[in-house]
T-cell receptor, first 114, second 112 residues
Framework: DVKVTQSSRYLVKRTGEKVFLECVQDMDHENMFWYRQDPGLGLRLIYFSYDVKMKEKGDIPEGYSVSREKKERFSLILESASTNQTSMYLC?????????????FGEGSWLTVV | AQSVSQHNHHVILSEAASLELGCNYSYGGTVNLFWYVQYPGQHLQLLLKYFSGDPLVKGIKGFEAEFIKSKFSFNLRKPSVQWSDTAEYFCAVRTGGFKTIFGAGTRLFVKA
């Protein structure tokens, strides 16, 4: 089974802090994604990466950056956390050659910014 | 802009009732279509997907969905729901490249 692991399930950070959310997948997937999930808004794509050191902005990249130094790891960075970034963050991965590109999700990281 | 609309935010059904969750998307080209499910306390997982061929797709746990290209729709159905189907359901569309767009989700509550 594909496993996508997010290092932190629950975090509480202060406004202005730098926050790192880490994600690792164990199936050699080329594509990795960061979404945030908010009630009534569904999943919104923040950034994605289709190869090591490659990154593309999603729909809501403002206030975020990402890093993909190794194929299995995709990090989301909040340079200066703000209260409107309180949310559930989901990491996901997919295989480029998979017809239909099924996305596999991690369990999510609940971030509260106070 | 590409978008995915799910018609119902909350649905409450009794066990054995039939279910249909609506999903429409806005994109004129070739699409891959998905339904994902998130059970309480669990991560999102794939329920079913369409990428070509028979527009009626069968997934896990008795769910099916029908792709109607002329209506830009991919509605999810189940003839008889169970209490264990209580979850949030997300419709998603991949329009090209690696980007997949998700709907806002529909929360289904099944009364025992």
């Amino acid at each position: 089974d594909v496993k996508v692991t997010q290092s932190s399930r629950y975090l509480v950070k202060r406004t202005g802090e730098k926050v790192f959310l880490e994600c690792v997948q164990d199936m050699d997937h080329e594509n990795m994604f960061w979404y945030r999930q908010d009630p009534g808004l569904g999943l919104r794509l923040i950034y994605f990466s289709y190869d090591v050191k490659m990154k593309e902005k999603g729909d809501i990249p403002e206030g975020y950056s990402v890093s993909r130094e190794k194929k299995e790891r995709f990090s989301l960075i909040l340079e200066s956390a703000s209260t409107n970034q309180t949310s559930m963050y989901l990491c996901a991965s997919s295989l480029s050659s998979d017809s239909g590109n099924t996305i596999y999700f991690g369990e999510g990281s609940w971030l509260t910014v106070v | 802009a590409q978008s995915v609309s799910q018609h119902n935010h909350h649905v409450i059904l009794s066990e054995a009732a039939s279910l249909e969750l609506g999903c429409n998307y806005s994109y004129g080209g070739t699409v891959n279509l998905f339904w994902y499910v998130q059970y309480p306390g669990q991560h999102l997982q794939l329920l079913l997907k369409y990428f070509s061929g028979d527009p009626l797709v069968k997934g896990i746990k008795g769910f099916e969905a029908e792709f109607i290209k002329s209506k830009f729709s991919f509605n999810l159905r189940k003839p008889s729901v169970q209490w264990s189907d209580t979850a949030e359901y997300f419709c998603a569309v991949r329009t090209g490249g690696f980007k997949t767009i998700f709907g806002a989700g529909t929360r289904l509550f099944v009364k025992a």
